[in-house]
Antibody, heavy 119, light 107 residues
Framework: EVQLVESGGGLVQPGGSLRLSCAAS????????MHWVRQVPGKGLVWVSR????????SYADSVKGRFTISRDNAKNTLYLQMNSLRADDTALYYC????????????WGQGTLVTVSS | DIQMTQSPSSLSASVGDRVTITCRAS??????LNWYQQKPGKAPKLLIY???SLQSGVPSRFSGSGSGTDFTLTISSLQPEDFATYYC?????????FGQGTRLEIK
């Protein structure tokens, strides 16, 4: 069974940093691209970032480019999101999701980890 | 960035109704369009990929169509468990984008 379990969320002050993790199991993690998607409670889904299977290629939404870094450790089956210079509008539930293939659907999602940026 | 616009933003319908949700892309995305269902407090669930392919385990009352810039998600006969929010998402560009969502409510 495919499982994605996010962790690392919490309360952080504006300007602070946080690193999210996503532990993957039930599939060959090193073979799949992975994504981060966020959602302000009660609002819509916003794509944040993606990384290819070996970590050599990444993409970011304009709103986080230069502040967030996506990475992965295929030996540990873990995806990361390093978030720096956090702002109040980064407050959201952060999901990791598996890219199902070349057509890009996100076929499995974790349950999310909540990040709150507030003083 | 490619903008995705869904309509309507909300919809009231009854069990047994046929419902159609529309998604329009700001430029051609070929068939790189996916649909998700999200229920309150839950993660999104993939329903349809590449515009019209049904994800494994998804009931056949869900269907998708379209290509280029205009796409539709149709639920042929609404069931109580279908009341949720639906999102389209394009995977044509390396910068993925979602529509704003369509909330499907019970009439």
């Amino acid at each position: 069974e495919v499982q994605l379990v996010e962790s690392g969320g919490g309360l952080v002050q504006p300007g602070g940093s946080l690193r999210l993790s996503c532990a993957a199991s039930g599939f060959t993690f090193r073979s799949y691209w992975m994504h981060w998607v966020r959602q302000v409670p009660g609002k819509g889904l916003v794509w944040v970032s993606r990384i290819n299977s070996d970590g050599s290629s990444t993409s970011y939404a304009d709103s986080v480019k230069g502040r967030f870094t996506i990475s992965r450790d295929n030996a540990k089956n873990t995806l990361y999101l390093q978030m720096n210079s956090l702002r109040a509008d980064d407050t959201a539930l952060y999901y990791c999701a598996r890219d199902g293939g070349s057509s890009g659907p996100l076929d499995y999602w974790g349950q999310g980890t909540l990040v709150t940026v507030s003083s | 960035d490619i903008q995705m616009t869904q309509s309507p933003s909300s919809l009231s319908a009854s069990v047994g109704d046929r419902v159609t949700i529309t998604c329009r892309a700001s430029q051609s995305i070929s068939s790189y369009l996916n649909w998700y269902q999200q229920k309150p407090g839950k993660a999104p669930k993939l329903l349809i990929y590449v515009a019209s392919s049904l994800q494994s385990g998804v009931p056949s009352r869900f269907s998708g169509s379209g290509s280029g810039t205009d796409f539709t998600l149709t639920i042929s006969s609404l069931q109580p468990e279908d009341f949720a929010t639906y999102y389209c998402q394009q995977s044509y560009s390396t910068l993925y984008t979602f529509g704003q969502g369509t909330r499907l409510e019970i009439k």
